[in-house]
């Protein structure tokens, strides 16, 4: 499976899908990463299936796995996630499901921007 980060963009935003794709390469790509992390934080955030207390540990463990980049640790995280599915939007559960993915494309980024990126 090949990843689409802009079919996942379009999937999980409505106002950042239209202004994003009109910036210039690398930073359409740079900010399109950007943004799925932050939907993904956000999706924690906004979980009104989850407890509180479920949602900051949710937060606070992709946070850890990002600024560590431990991939496996976030396969195993996006397992978890997706047993007890925080919400029931459809874009937001893929982009879940492909987080791992998402990370990894910032192998792809010069040192300054990945260093932006997980910070």
Do not use: C
């Amino acid at each position: 499976m090949s990843l689409d980060l802009d079919a996942l963009l379009e999937k999980t935003s409505r106002t950042f899908a239209l202004a994003i794709p009109m910036l210039p390469e690398p930073t359409r790509r740079e900010v399109t990463v950007a943004y799925l992390l932050f939907r993904v934080a956000d999706t924690f955030e906004d979980a009104t299936a989850w407890p509180r207390t479920e949602r900051i540990a949710a937060l606070h463990d992709f946070s850890a796995a990002l600024k560590e980049y431990d991939l496996a640790r976030l396969e195993a995280l996006t397992a978890k996630w997706l047993q007890n599915p925080p919400v029931t939007h459809a874009g937001y559960l893929e982009l879940l499901g492909v987080t791992p993915a998402v990370v990894r494309v910032l192998e792809e980024f010069t040192p300054s921007a990945r260093a932006i990126l997980i910070k």
